[in-house]
T-cell receptor
């Protein structure tokens, strides 16, 4: 299984500022996913990030608000821009296990973001 | 449209009893996978078990088993001999091939399971 780390693990931010979340994987992976989990809710996919191409955003999420970088096969960042209290969530990155027949995804520990 | 339904927002179960968490799904895909994840209060998502749509036998992983009934489009998670550490949110998810030919997971709303001592 892949080992995934995220930084920061949690943060408290002021309205209008931006936060960049890092996701590091201990092996090379093709696909990385960024999810948002609002309090008491299920996971919502923000975007899929493949190395060497622009991230693909889901409906309701735009690049200006959630810019994503994917500079190599082991690393990605998600920036939450111009934050508002509604952005308070857990942000999770995940990867698809390479060679898996079942498309199993492994998750990082998450970043708990609180926006005041 | 693809959809996962978990009808139990919360459940209380006595320790050592078995518990069944419900999951029904809707999909037009011929091939798909069904997953269960556990999310403790710490927030991490822990993969528990997988069932492929063409798998004839129900998946089992230790105390976890998946009761797969394809005709009914249900994929219930069964936890045998529940333990206090099983208290967590449980999410059912289904793989789906999107328009860009990438697999993504469709998630249910989750069930909060509390094990009583």
């Amino acid at each position: 299984s892949a080992v995934i780390s995220q930084k920061p693990s949690r943060d408290i931010c002021q309205r209008g500022t931006s936060l960049t979340i890092q996701c590091q994987v201990d092996s090379q992976v093709t696909m990385m996913f960024w999810y948002r989990q609002q309090p008491g809710q299920s996971l919502t996919l923000i975007a899929t990030a493949n190395q060497g191409s622009e991230a693909t955003y889901e409906s309701g999420f735009v690049i200006d608000k959630f810019p994503i970088s994917r500079p190599n096969l082991t690393f990605s960042t998600l920036t939450v821009s111009n934050m508002s209290p509604e952005d308070s969530s857990i942000y999770l990155c995940s990867v698809e296990r390479e060679g898996a027949y079942n498309n199993e995804q492994f998750f990082g520990p998450g970043t708990r973001l609180t926006v005041l | 449209a693809q959809k996962i339904t978990q009808t139990q927002p919360g459940m209380f179960v006595q320790e050592k009893e078995a518990v069944t968490l419900d999951c029904t799904y809707d999909t037009s895909d011929q091939s798909y996978g069904l997953f269960w994840y556990k999310q403790p209060s710490s927030g991490e998502m822990i993969f528990l078990i997988y069932q492929g749509s063409y798998d004839e036998q129900n998946a089992t992983e230790g105390r976890y088993s998946l009761n797969f009934q394809k005709a009914r489009k249900s994929a219930n998670l069964v936890i045998s001999a529940s333990q206090l550490g099983d208290s967590a949110m449980y999410f059912c998810a289904m793989s789906h091939l999107d328009m860009d030919s990438n697999y993504q997971l469709i998630w249910g709303a989750g069930t909060k399971l509390i094990i009583k001592p």
